[in-house]
């Protein structure tokens, strides 16, 4: 059990994390490496106070060798799912599960939009996780759409269980897949169905499914923590950047504008101080 989870190695997730472990809470941080974050690939920057004509590289090595001094806990995972426990929040990704006290979304911009019936199909007949979820289509017809090439993975592992699988790829290059598996390159346009998903449909058909997998780079909020509010795209928080859920805040991007690197870092701040006064508030409850 930690005190704190952060999802998001970024600016604002890093901030949040430095924060907490001055204040001795002990914290998990979920980030991708740190080469494919926006911030790395910015090729000049002047907005940053201190830090005249850098670049996002130089400046995202300097965040990452401060928090050097501080011990916590770093895992390169996707989280797909958050659930509300009754005082604290598991966490599950494809390796193993994890539980914290609070909860500090940092996950920054999503890449991708949701097609129309995703969300609402989530949990009934549509996930993220085709190995997780896999025994449950023992049997059925499934789809896997995916953007990147670890969704092959996935799909060779429902070929041995689903009684079909097709693979809808959006990314290029050579696929290494089971004989047994239906590959259709076109884009996904909506999920259907009635009390679950029963429809894929393509660009130019539609497939009768039982179970629809989306395997992307990350996973929007939305989709990782039901009943999260949002104004438009953005998470919606306060002053102390909480959310509508008691032990959840979030910072940076993923909160709306502006995207920048100061807005994020004094946000991620925030955010870190008011997880901090929420775990205190909590001891002194339970004395």
Known sequence: MYDVAIIGGGPAGLSAALN???R???VILFAQDP???????AAHMDNYLGFPDTDGATLLDQFCQHLKNYELTIKNEKILEIYQMDDSFALSSKKDAYNSKALILATGLPKFRAIKGEEEFLGKG????ATCDGPLF?????AIVSTMDEGEKEANFLAELA????YIPLYKGDLKLAENIDIIRQKPQEVKGNLKAEYLVLEDQELHVDGIFF???SVQPSQLIAGLE???KAIKVDRDMATNIEGVYAAGDCTGKPLQVAKAVGEGQVAGLSAVSFLDGLKQKNK
């Open 35 to 41: 080469k494919t974050t926006d911030l790395h690939k």
């Open 163 to 166: 009684e079909k699988v097709y």
């Open 126 to 129: 549509v996930g993220y996780c």
């Open 20 to 22: 907490c472990r001055i």
């Open 138 to 142: 023992k049997g059925k017809k499934v």
């Open 24 to 26: 001795n809470k002990s």
């Open 230 to 232: 949002f104004d438009k």
């Open 215 to 217: 395997l992307r780079e």
